[in-house]
């Protein structure tokens, strides 16, 4: 069996990630798959950029690809906590899911006040942590800045001396520049650089092109562990969030991933180091507040963060109310039988080479696009239909065409239906995703109902005996698709002609298509086309949901299998004359119609 390759794996991973909405951390989910796509899995420029267009269609609205590129790249450039490939390791990757809130948020900062202040300095610091504030500014140009590297006091020290009582000590009244204090703890006997740092705890994200509100917003849907958000009284919203590094080159690299989650609120490149100032909150700056938004924001921690980035969320089960609400008689998603098909859902339709499979999907076909039942399986209204395929060229179709409107006795109404809902194309290139990619654009230009793929071995472009191969190409790659559209999926596939005299029951005809188990376990439902030890007659049987098609046989009856055979003057399946002891019938077997012998089908006397 072949192994998987790494872009196997990308596809597969990817698949169950949430795609990208905009003004829900639309960015954030980007550039999480782009960096799962060059750094977790390795990828060549091209192959990433093929994976990462795949997950750019269930994006709302989908992003350029310029500015897929542009993801890539800085995926690409960013430094990583996880050593290149590191998804690779693991033969059974772990799956990435987004979690964002998209509750509306008020922006209301709070008015300054001593406990604020108090507040923050006792959250993000430690009793004995030396906190560097600057309290004093000269202004340039109308900016205020420091006027030097600032004062060195513990926490407890500043807590108690300058933020115990309800006004502030004379030492942080009537700051017209405000004042900062810098994000991690410092020596005592330091200058306020780098250097000076003791303990790599946060990192400063700003950035002031977005109106206040919605800097707020972004930066607390992002998840991140935030200490401290702090309004700076300005035109920005400061975050602290916490990396806890062991030390410089830990805190860099955490820090490249922070700015490049946040690309959304376009950060200030100018705070990229741990000295860096940030603003005090809990006193004024001038007419305005510096104010203390809020405390210990999102993850716990920082690995709480990367653990919920990588392993994903639990989803939320369904609920008892819509268990019991669900009305089963008047299900909108049904498009045939009693819910044996809805959107959404997927059809095998196999058959031995040469038997007319091909015939009998036109059939199916252009019988469902008029609101026609097949063999009493009723898709109860028109429903519009694509088929694509390999095979066969213009003049195949046409005569196979003619021949079922002829044999159907559609009238000018059903054909008028028919040429509004049934489209055709041939399609002899594209395999493998980009096939899957060419059908998402015509399923939704039509807004097909059902997809029909003919032949699946034409389209799917790799080993069909490969369960591992079909689990990612069916279910990571395709299955996304029929989620995002709700089209009912079919593939018209091939199975091997069968043995004579073996004694094979229809049962054992559910997993004949060729190729490997995971073919038919993916579908939601199978049909079969099954030559008999009667020449000229056949067995159409429904093995998956079999009784929810409705097949009826000749007296009308509800059954799993019935005999069908070729028209004797013209391309068209009609009722045959065989039965079998498998078939579920609600018509009692000892009525005489029906004649069993040995498991085989034989001819009705």
């Known amino acids: 069996m072949r192994s998987m390759t790494p872009l196997d794996r990308a596809y597969k991973y990817v698949a169950n990630m949430p795609p990208a909405v905009s003004g829900s951390g639309g960015h954030n989910a980007t550039f999480t798959v782009a960096t799962v796509l060059v750094h977790g899995f390795s990828l060549s420029q091209s192959d990433a950029m093929m994976v990462l267009s795949s997950y750019n269609r269930r994006c709302d609205p989908p992003w350029s690809e310029k500015e897929l590129a542009h993801k890539l790249d800085s995926a690409a450039s960013s430094t990583h906590d996880k050593p290149r490939g590191w998804l690779l390791e693991d033969e059974k990757p772990k799956l990435v899911f987004r979690k964002v809130s998209t509750t509306p948020l008020a922006y209301s900062p709070k008015a300054a006040s001593p406990e604020s202040t108090r507040s923050f300095l006792e959250s993000v610091f430690q009793p004995s942590d030396v906190v560097c504030i600057v309290q004093t500014s000269i202004c340039e140009a109308g900016k205020h800045r420091p006027d030097h590297g600032g004062s060195f006091l513990t926490r407890e020290e500043w807590a108690t001396k300058h933020f115990a009582g309800e006004a502030h000590t004379s030492y942080f009244r009537d700051l017209d520049g405000g004042a900062w204090v810098r994000i991690n703890p410092m020596k005592a006997d330091g200058d306020g650089s780098d250097q000076s740092v003791t303990s790599f705890r946060h990192v400063l994200v700003e950035g002031d092109e977005l109106p206040r509100s919605e800097q707020e917003r972004i930066l607390r849907e992002s998840g991140l562990p935030i200490a401290a958000l702090i309004d700076s009284g300005g035109k920005s919203i400061h975050a602290w969030v916490k990396v806890d590094a062991t030390d410089y080159n830990q805190w860099k690299e955490r820090r490249d991933i922070v700015y490049a989650s946040l690309e959304e609120l376009k950060p200030c490149a100018q705070n990229k180091n741990p000295s860096r100032l940030s603003r005090l909150p809990g006193v004024n700056r001038g007419e305005s507040t510096q104010a203390l938004l809020g405390l210990s924001l999102g993850a716990k921690t920082w690995d709480d963060w990367k653990d919920f980035h990588e392993l994903g969320e639990i989803p939320e089960p369904i609920s008892w109310k819509s268990l019991m609400d669900f009305d089963r008689k008047n299900d909108p998603n049904n498009l045939v039988g009693d819910r044996f098909l809805c959107r959404g859902g997927s059809l095998i339709i196999s058959g031995e080479s040469g038997i007319g499979k091909s015939s009998a999907l036109m059939q199916l076909a252009l019988l469902w696009a008029s609101g026609k039942d097949f063999f009493g399986i009723d898709p109860h209204k028109p429903r519009r239909i694509g088929v694509i395929q390999a095979e066969n060229d213009l003049g195949d179709l046409a005569e196979e065409f003619q021949d079922i409107v002829a044999g159907a006795n559609l009238n000018a109404t059903d054909c008028g239906c028919v040429q509004s809902n049934l489209f055709f194309w041939r399609e002899v290139i594209k395999t493998g995703p980009q096939f899957i990619a060419h059908c998402r654009r015509l399923i939704k230009r039509h807004k097909l109902d059902f997809l029909i793929a003919d032949p699946m071995f034409a389209f799917c472009g790799g080993d069909l005996a490969d369960n591992s191969f079909l689990s990612t190409f069916l279910r990571n790659q395709l299955n996304p698709v029929i989620e995002e559209t709700g089209v009912c999926w079919v593939w018209l596939h091939h199975t091997g002609k069968p043995k004579v005299g073996s004694g094979n029951s229809l049962s054992d005809s559910k997993y004949s298509a060729y190729g490997g188990s995971e073919?038919?376990?993916?579908?939601?439902?199978?049909?079969?086309?099954?030559?008999?030890?009667?020449?000229?007659?056949?067995?159409?049987?429904?093995?998956?949901?079999?009784?929810?098609?409705?097949?009826?046989?000749?007296?009308?009856?509800?059954?799993?299998?019935?005999?069908?055979?070729?028209?004797?003057?013209?391309?068209?399946?009609e009722r045959g004359h065989v039965v079998t002891h498998k078939v579920e019938s609600e018509k009692s077997k000892s009525s005489g119609k029906f004649k069993m012998s040995g498991g085989k089908l034989r001819s009705v006397k």
């Open 519 to 573: 073919i038919i376990n993916w579908a939601r439902a199978t049909i079969a086309l099954s030559s008999t030890e009667q020449a000229g007659q056949f067995v159409l049987t429904i093995h998956k949901r079999g009784m929810r098609a409705r097949l009826k046989d000749e007296f009308g009856i509800r059954s799993t299998a019935i005999p069908v055979q070729h028209a004797q003057d013209r391309i068209y399946w």
